[in-house]
């Protein structure tokens, strides 16, 4: 039994081995292994390639020496290999041994991004970066390198201020922080930090890089706090052992019109107006209602009827009326067409040559700019010359070289006098929009200004006052920069670099006897009214030198290491030369131009001159890189400044940064995932940059001035000695750096081979020693002082796409699609030992403005919010409870809120029609603690927060698409929008053109508030209907005053009334004047044509593309304005963005252009 059972369980055995030994014979018949390498096509192995048996999950990555290997299905046919910036590659399996070679995608070939002091592979990035390749600039007809940035990078705000040649560029790097500091990024151009792009010519531009976290910045130290802008300029870089040349030339022409106009009342709502102003001011003196209407009519009837003054004095109103309502007497002249309706005509023409090979190369470029832009004597011209050159005389040497002239010419005083130091009074949109909507000559040229100057806006219609203020202003910009690089040792580059620019920009103003500056200033011995002339004569100079010794080494081709220090030493100077003539008679035969050649004509001259406190600056700095197999990054910056900004105490800042990276896609346990993801990394940074951007002339002045005295010198000329301030300003030797540490968490992300790539990106950034004046209790007004913070938070989202892509030589065709959004809000953190700032935009004078300081800055709030009132539609007869005819008196209902009996906002003001302002909740009623009733009177405390001009969303988006084949060309079009969310725009415009005051009660205003719109006291005939409805009452009250106040309120429901009546004693900021910045506009379309190069061969042509491109065709928006993309007043105080007040208008226009390549 025993012996039975033993051959059984032996037998049993048996068979088991058997088939186990059958199943792995089986299994191994089933598969087969497959090695090889992997290399690029200069033989160099390439490490973590994908390598994946097609239509599986199969798969492996190369080692440190590209190698592979893989067992496969037996029934496998092809691998597939890939990396991210080559082109996949399949293979068949032919036998156990499989060498693949990849090479460079164009569509994803690694992009070099510049960084401080040294480049990277954009696939490398470690911080937060952005970047404009040439290719997107190629196709773009843009005049400055500040519109090529608009809508293409997140988190990159670039806001055209208004619509003028010379307009302000406001480019704001994740928000800005510094509450009374410039907020403008650090611009780099081929290395050398410079004060502004919108001098350099696109044509001439290779990529643009932003540095926009810390980790980037901080190699830049005290410069880097609001971003950094790298532009680096193109070269010719050949390999080639012959010598190469090329030569192209791009450029246009386009004419352009303004886009949109302010809609006014005509000359019989124009009249009417000014009759019910003057009726309602002189109400109980009937004689001075005729007065008061007559001294500006008169003089109308004289220059167009010739009427004797006695007649003026009788005709009846609706006579008036009547005959201003005949268009054929008194027709409407568009005042806004006559200033700003011509057709302006722009050019744009770019030369380059270039050339060179593998020892040196050169690019040689001229670029010219015209604009006659649309406002009457408003134009601008712009020449650049540059040369880039690049020279290795021997083995591991290379010499650089780059100088650039620029010279800019800006004719014409703008459409804003207040930015060029002139008045509210002098802006020509302004004019343009409330001069009386007839010819009116109120004075003759040989007199001075009175009291109705400001009444009337100005004495004199547009065009002459426009003709009459010449403004000449001339930039001159010199910028030369060289270096010298030497490889030793394999592993080390040092680098010296030097470099100079030098700017001078002289300004001529010429103000004729009609403008307002000429008729209200005077000087000893000079009347006013007379002509004047101002010279200033600016200059400013920067020297640098710049050395850095660099050590690269890669170990084991798996660790990658690179160290970096240097020292940096700039000096920068500026003077500030200003010349003043008065009392020109302007009876010489010249030319606005020509008479700055005899400045000694004046009968009074003065110079002032400024050279401004020394700015030097030196710096050290340093830089580590360390990267694990392209998969782990590690890089950490430190840079100290020491600045003559601030006292030797405080002169030394310290910047440190961190940043490191994981790039996850390239892990093992990704790689099932690599047939649709080509790239994920994750990044972290944390940094510290500075800002030491602050007036040198504040700082080292025991006291400022804001007065001076005349010291006659014999012959008319004179000095200037400050001998007392209004304002004295006391040193502060502890005063130091603002300094901005920023946090960023991002992401890189690619799929399908980088079809579709992009970056998401949260940042913090947190602003400390904020410099705000403090008012002091002493004999000192106030003293700079570090105190306060802010905070900045940010969401960046970017996505580009290529949707289609197909090449061949009979037919290609492609289309792409990239966006880009931001989110960014600030907030104030803490203001030392105020919990509160003002700051006013200054454009309007006490006596004719309730709010001089519109915008309020607290702690927990946002930069930008503005402080005024409410509205609740406008007061209506049934609001009120009694009328007294002889003295127009109206009683206020029980329970309507009122106006305080004293100050602008007085009882007087009080009628049907007026404005009502919400009583806001400031009384505790109850006990409770909380506030749940008004007080029934409106006052300052009814002042509250009535928007914010910042916007929440900004970012824009691109079409590019093209088609094309070798015998018919090649089409392409591209799309360019860009867009803002969620701000108000303060429409001061708006305020002053709604608005008629005891200031402004002879100007034209918009047609919103016409007859048909606003609620009035009168009918079309010109007569006042509570005089007529009241029937000869002596007092309406009760059932007497609800009869006659329903008949006044519908007469005014009858005619569709919707508006406030226009008439108030001030200008006073309400939320009606807060309107919605929210648009998308089409920034730019463009449609291109390229010749088949078989055409162009005979002639030695490389290509030649026309085009024709449309610039601002729509801007979809709500607001009210001539434009939403509007900022007017922060360039002098960052606390007041978001203004439009008399803003150039912007223009839409085509362009005709053409590239040539030879």
């Given at each position: 039994?025993?012996?039975?059972?033993?051959?059984?369980?032996?037998?049993?055995?048996?068979?088991l081995?058997?088939?186990?030994?059958?199943?792995?014979?089986?299994?191994?018949?089933?598969?087969?292994?497959?090695?090889?390498?992997?290399?690029?096509?200069?033989?160099?192995?390439?490490?973590?390639?994908?390598?994946?048996?097609?239509?599986?999950?199969?798969?492996?990555?190369?080692?440190?020496?590209?190698?592979?290997?893989?067992?496969?299905?037996?029934?496998?046919?092809?691998?597939?290999?890939?990396?991210?910036?080559?082109?996949?590659?399949?293979?068949?399996?032919?036998?156990?041994?499989?060498?693949?070679?990849?090479?460079?995608?164009?569509?994803?070939?690694?992009?070099?991004?510049?960084?401080g002091?040294?480049?990277?592979?954009?696939?490398?990035?470690?911080?937060?970066?952005?970047?404009?390749?040439?290719?997107?600039?190629?196709d773009?007809?843009?005049?400055?390198?500040?519109?090529?940035?608009?809508?293409?990078?997140?988190?990159?705000?670039v806001?055209?201020?208004?619509?003028?040649?010379?307009?302000?560029?406001?480019?704001?790097?994740?928000?800005?922080?510094s509450?009374t500091?410039?907020?403008?990024p650090?611009?780099?151009?081929?290395?050398?930090?410079?004060?502004?792009?919108?001098?350099?010519?696109?044509?001439?531009?290779?990529?643009?890089?932003?540095?926009?976290?810390?980790?980037?910045?901080?190699?830049?130290?005290?410069?880097?706090?609001?971003?950094?802008?790298?532009?680096?300029?193109?070269?010719s870089?050949?390999?080639?052992?012959?010598?190469?040349?090329?030569?192209?030339?791009?450029?246009?022409?386009?004419?352009?019109?303004i886009?949109?106009?302010?809609?006014?009342?005509?000359?019989?709502?124009?009249?009417l107006?000014?009759?019910?102003?003057?009726?309602?001011?002189?109400?109980?003196?009937?004689?001075?209602?005729?007065?008061?209407?007559?001294?500006?009519?008169?003089?109308?009837?004289?220059?167009?009827?010739?009427?004797?003054?006695?007649?003026?004095?009788?005709?009846?109103?609706?006579?008036?009326?009547?005959?201003?309502?005949?268009?054929?007497?008194?027709?409407?002249?568009?005042?806004?067409?006559?200033?700003?309706?011509?057709?302006?005509?722009?050019?744009?023409?770019s030369?380059?040559?270039?050339?060179?090979?593998?020892?040196?190369?050169?690019?040689?470029?001229?670029?010219?700019?015209?604009?006659?832009?649309?406002?009457?004597?408003?134009?601008?011209?712009?020449?650049?010359?540059?040369?880039k050159?690049?020279?290795?005389?021997?083995?591991?040497?290379?010499?650089?070289?780059?100088?650039?002239?620029t010279?800019?010419?800006?004719?014409?005083?703008?459409?804003n006098?207040?930015?060029?130091?002139g008045?509210?009074?002098?802006?020509?949109?302004?004019?343009?929009?409330?001069?009386?909507?007839?010819?009116?000559?109120?004075?003759?040229?040989?007199?001075?200004?009175?009291?109705?100057?400001?009444?009337?806006?100005?004495?004199?219609?547009?065009?002459?006052?426009?003709r009459?203020?010449?403004?000449?202003?001339?930039?001159?910009?010199?910028?030369?920069?060289g270096?010298?690089?030497?490889?030793?040792a394999?592993?080390?580059?040092?680098?010296?670099?030097?470099?100079?620019?030098?700017?001078?920009?002289?300004?001529?103003?010429?103000?004729?006897?009609?403008?307002?500056?000429?008729?209200?200033?005077?000087?000893?011995?000079?009347?006013?009214?007379?002509?004047?002339?101002?010279?200033l004569?600016?200059?400013?100079?920067?020297?640098?030198?710049?050395?850095?010794?660099e050590?690269?080494?890669?170990?084991?081709?798996?660790?990658?290491?690179?160290?970096?220090?240097?020292?940096?030493?700039?000096?920068?100077?500026?003077?500030?030369?200003?010349?003043?003539?008065?009392?020109?008679?302007?009876?010489?035969?010249?030319?606005?131009?020509?008479?700055?050649?005899?400045?000694?004509?004046?009968?009074?001259?003065?110079?002032?001159?400024?050279?401004?406190?020394?700015?030097?600056?030196?710096?050290?700095?340093?830089?580590?890189?360390?990267?694990?197999?392209?998969?782990?990054?590690?890089?950490?910056t430190?840079?100290?400044?020491?600045?003559?900004r601030f006292?030797?105490?405080?002169?030394?800042?310290?910047?440190?940064?961190?940043?490191?990276?994981?790039?996850?896609?390239?892990?093992?346990?990704?790689?099932?995932?690599?047939?649709?993801?080509?790239?994920?990394?994750?990044?972290?940074?944390?940094?510290?940059?500075?800002?030491n951007n602050v007036?040198?002339?504040?700082?080292?002045?025991?006291?400022?001035?804001?007065?001076?005295?005349?010291?006659?010198?014999?012959?008319?000329?004179?000095?200037?000695?400050?001998?007392?301030?209004?304002?004295?300003?006391a040193?502060?030797?502890?005063?130091?750096?603002?300094?901005?540490?920023?946090?960023?968490?991002?992401?890189?992300?690619?799929?399908?081979?980088?079809?579709?790539?992009?970056?998401?990106?949260?940042?913090?950034?947190?602003?400390?020693?904020?410099?705000?004046?403090?008012?002091?209790?002493?004999?000192?007004?106030?003293?700079?002082?570090?105190?306060?913070s802010?905070?900045?938070?940010?969401?960046?989202?970017?996505?580009?796409?290529?949707?289609?892509?197909?090449?061949?030589?009979?037919?290609s065709?492609?289309?792409?699609?990239?966006?880009?959004?931001?989110?960014?809000?600030?907030?104030?953190?803490?203001l030392?030992?105020?919990?509160?700032?003002?700051?006013q935009?200054?454009?309007?004078?006490?006596?004719?403005?309730?709010?001089?300081a519109?915008?309020?800055?607290?702690?927990?709030?946002?930069?930008?919010?503005?402080?005024?009132?409410?509205?609740?539609?406008?007061?209506?007869?049934?609001?009120?409870?009694s009328?007294?005819?002889?003295?127009?008196?109206?009683?206020?209902?029980?329970?309507?809120?009122?106006?305080?009996t004293?100050?602008?906002?007085?009882?007087?003001?009080?009628r049907?029609?007026?404005?009502?302002?919400?009583?806001?909740l400031?009384?505790?009623?109850?006990?409770?603690?909380?506030l749940?009733?008004?007080?029934?009177?409106?006052?300052?405390?009814?002042?509250?927060?009535?928007g914010?001009?910042?916007?929440?969303?900004?970012?824009?988006?691109?079409i590019?698409a093209?088609?094309?084949?070798?015998?018919?060309?090649?089409?392409?079009?591209?799309?360019?929008f860009?867009f803002a969310?969620?701000?108000?725009?303060?429409?001061l415009?708006?305020?002053?053109?709604?608005?008629?005051?005891?200031?402004?009660?002879?100007?034209?205003?918009?047609?919103?508030?016409?007859?048909?719109?606003?609620?009035?006291l009168?009918?079309?005939?010109g007569?006042?209907?509570?005089?007529?409805?009241?029937?000869?009452?002596?007092?309406?009250?009760?059932?007497?005053?609800?009869?006659?106040?329903?008949?006044?309120?519908?007469?005014?429901?009858?005619?569709?009334?919707?508006?406030?009546?226009?008439?108030?004693?001030?200008?006073?900021?309400?939320?009606?004047?807060?309107?919605?910045?929210?648009?998308?506009?089409?920034?730019?379309?463009?449609?291109?044509?390229?010749?088949?190069?078989?055409?162009?061969?005979?002639?030695?042509?490389?290509?030649?593309?026309v085009?024709?491109?449309?610039?601002?065709?729509?801007?979809?928006?709500?607001?009210?304005?001539?434009?939403?993309?509007?900022d007017?007043?922060?360039?002098?105080?960052?606390?007041?963005?978001?203004?439009?007040f008399?803003?150039?208008?912007?223009?839409?226009?085509?362009?005709?252009?053409?590239?040539?390549?030879?």
């Amino acid at each position: 039994m025993k012996k039975t059972l033993k051959n059984r369980f032996s037998i049993k055995n048996m068979l088991l081995v058997c088939f186990c030994l059958m199943t792995a014979f089986a299994v191994n018949a089933q598969t087969k292994s497959i090695s090889g390498v992997v290399r690029d096509v200069n033989g160099e192995t390439i490490i973590s390639a994908s390598v994946l048996v097609k239509g599986t999950t199969i798969g492996t990555v190369t080692d440190f020496d590209g190698a592979y290997k893989l067992d496969v299905p037996a029934d496998a046919k092809t691998l597939v290999f890939s990396y991210i910036g080559m082109r996949t590659e399949e293979m068949p399996i032919t036998g156990s041994v499989i060498n693949v070679t990849l090479k460079e995608d164009a569509q994803v070939i690694e992009e070099v991004v510049v960084t401080g002091y040294g480049t990277t592979n954009k696939r490398d990035l470690v911080t937060a970066v952005a970047s404009v390749s040439a290719d997107q600039l190629k196709d773009l007809p843009v005049a400055s390198a500040s519109e090529a940035l608009q809508g293409k990078l997140a988190g990159v705000s670039v806001t055209t201020t208004e619509g003028s040649p010379d307009a302000d560029v406001k480019i704001r790097v994740r928000g800005g922080t510094s509450l009374t500091q410039s907020n403008d990024p650090l611009y780099i151009v081929d290395g050398f930090p410079v004060s502004s792009i919108s001098d350099i010519a696109p044509s001439d531009i290779a990529s643009m890089d932003v540095l926009k976290d810390a980790a980037a910045t901080a190699i830049y130290g005290a410069q880097g706090a609001n971003g950094v802008i790298i532009i680096t300029t193109k070269d010719s870089d050949s390999d080639s052992d012959k010598m190469t040349f090329d030569v192209s030339y791009s450029g246009y022409v386009g004419w352009k019109k303004i886009a949109k106009k302010y809609d006014v009342m005509d000359v019989w709502d124009f009249t009417l107006m000014q009759y019910e102003y003057a009726y309602l001011k002189n109400i109980t003196e009937k004689s001075a209602i005729r007065s008061d209407f007559n001294a500006y009519f008169d003089k109308l009837y004289h220059n167009t009827k010739y009427l004797e003054e006695s007649q003026v004095e009788t005709m009846p109103i609706s006579e008036i009326l009547t005959e201003f309502a005949d268009p054929a007497q008194h027709p409407f002249i568009d005042w806004q067409d006559a200033t700003f309706g011509r057709t302006g005509f722009n050019s744009n023409h770019s030369v380059s040559v270039s050339g060179g090979n593998k020892n040196g190369n050169f690019t040689l470029s001229y670029n010219r700019i015209d604009d006659k832009a649309i406002m009457e004597q408003s134009n601008y011209a712009r020449n650049n010359l540059s040369l880039k050159a690049k020279f290795k005389p021997f083995k591991n040497f290379t010499l650089g070289f780059t100088a650039r002239y620029t010279n800019t010419s800006v004719l014409g005083a703008g459409s804003n006098a207040i930015k060029d130091a002139g008045t509210a009074t002098e802006s020509r949109l302004r004019n343009a929009v409330v001069y009386a909507p007839v010819n009116l000559q109120m004075k003759g040229a040989d007199s001075s200004g009175d009291d109705e100057d400001e009444t009337f806006g100005s004495l004199y219609d547009p065009i002459t006052t426009i003709r009459d203020n010449y403004k000449l202003k001339q930039d001159d910009k010199w910028t030369m920069n060289g270096y010298v690089s030497y490889k030793f040792a394999k592993h080390f580059t040092v680098k010296v670099e030097a470099g100079y620019d030098s700017r001078n920009i002289e300004t001529n103003r010429y103000y004729g006897p009609t403008t307002y500056f000429a008729r209200n200033t005077g000087r000893p011995g000079v009347a006013m009214g007379t002509a004047q002339v101002q010279v200033l004569d600016e200059t400013e100079s920067r020297l640098r030198n710049a050395n850095t010794i660099e050590w690269k080494r890669k170990f084991n081709k798996t660790h990658q290491v690179s160290v970096l220090l240097g020292e940096e030493t700039i000096i920068r100077k500026s003077e500030t030369k200003t010349l003043y003539g008065f009392g020109y008679k302007g009876n010489y035969d010249m030319t606005r131009g020509e008479i700055f050649n005899y400045l000694g004509q004046a009968s009074y001259s003065e110079i002032q001159n400024y050279i401004a406190p020394k700015d030097n600056q030196l710096s050290f700095f340093g830089r580590a890189n360390y990267d694990y197999l392209g998969r782990y990054y590690i890089t950490a910056t430190f840079r100290a400044d020491a600045s003559t900004r601030f006292e030797n105490q405080n002169q030394w800042g310290y910047f440190p940064s961190v940043a490191a990276a994981w790039r996850l896609s390239d892990e093992s346990w990704m790689q099932g995932a690599s047939d649709w993801l080509s790239n994920l990394k994750l990044r972290f940074s944390y940094g510290m940059a500075g800002n030491n951007n602050v007036d040198l002339g504040y700082l080292h002045a025991d006291f400022l001035s804001q007065q001076m005295t005349y010291i006659d010198m014999g012959n008319g000329a004179s000095n200037i000695l400050v001998v007392g301030g209004s304002e004295k300003i006391a040193q502060n030797p502890n005063l130091k750096w603002e300094t901005t540490i920023t946090r960023d968490l991002g992401i890189d992300y690619g799929f399908f081979n980088e079809r579709l790539t992009g970056a998401i990106d949260l940042y913090w950034n947190n602003t400390r020693d904020l410099i705000i004046k403090q008012t002091l209790p002493s004999r000192y007004n106030a003293q700079y002082q570090n105190i306060g913070s802010t905070e900045n938070k940010g969401v960046e989202f970017s996505l580009k796409g290529v949707i289609l892509d197909h090449k061949s030589k009979s037919l290609s065709y492609g289309l792409s699609v990239d966006g880009n959004i931001a989110y960014n809000r600030n907030k104030v953190i803490d203001l030392g030992n105020v919990t509160s700032l003002q700051a006013q935009t200054s454009c309007f004078g006490s006596s004719e403005y309730l709010t001089l300081a519109e915008f309020l800055v607290e702690e927990g709030q946002p930069i930008g919010n503005v402080y005024g009132y409410e509205t609740d539609g406008y007061y209506t007869a049934a609001d009120f409870q009694s009328y007294m005819p002889s003295t127009d008196a109206w009683g206020i209902g029980n329970d309507v809120p009122a106006y305080a009996t004293e100050g602008f906002l007085s009882t007087k003001h009080m009628r049907p029609g007026a404005v009502k302002f919400k009583d806001q909740l400031t009384e505790d009623t109850d006990g409770d603690g909380v506030l749940d009733a008004g007080d029934g009177i409106i006052d300052e405390k009814d002042k509250v927060i009535i928007g914010n001009t910042v916007p929440v969303l900004t970012g824009g988006f691109n079409i590019a698409a093209q088609i094309g084949g070798n015998k018919w060309g090649r089409f392409d079009l591209s799309a360019n929008f860009t867009f803002a969310w969620g701000n108000k725009i303060l429409n001061l415009s708006n305020m002053e053109y709604t608005t008629l005051t005891e200031k402004s009660k002879m100007r034209n205003l918009a047609s919103s508030v016409n007859f048909a719109n606003r609620y009035s006291l009168f009918d079309k005939e010109g007569n006042y209907l509570p005089v007529a409805l009241a029937a000869g009452q002596a007092f309406l009250y009760g059932d007497s005053y609800t009869t006659f106040s329903q008949a006044l309120d519908q007469a005014n429901v009858d005619k569709g009334a919707n508006q406030a009546s226009p008439i108030m004693s001030h200008y006073i900021v309400t939320d009606k004047h807060m309107e919605d910045g929210s648009f998308l506009r089409l920034q730019n379309l463009t449609i291109g044509y390229t010749l088949p190069k078989v055409w162009l061969d005979k002639a030695h042509i490389e290509q030649i593309r026309v085009f024709v491109q449309g610039t601002n065709l729509f801007c979809a928006t709500k607001y009210s304005g001539l434009d939403p993309e509007v900022d007017t007043r922060s360039s002098k105080n960052p606390l007041t963005p978001g203004v439009d007040f008399s803003a150039y208008p912007k223009s839409r226009g085509i362009n005709v252009g053409l590239n040539i390549q030879f």
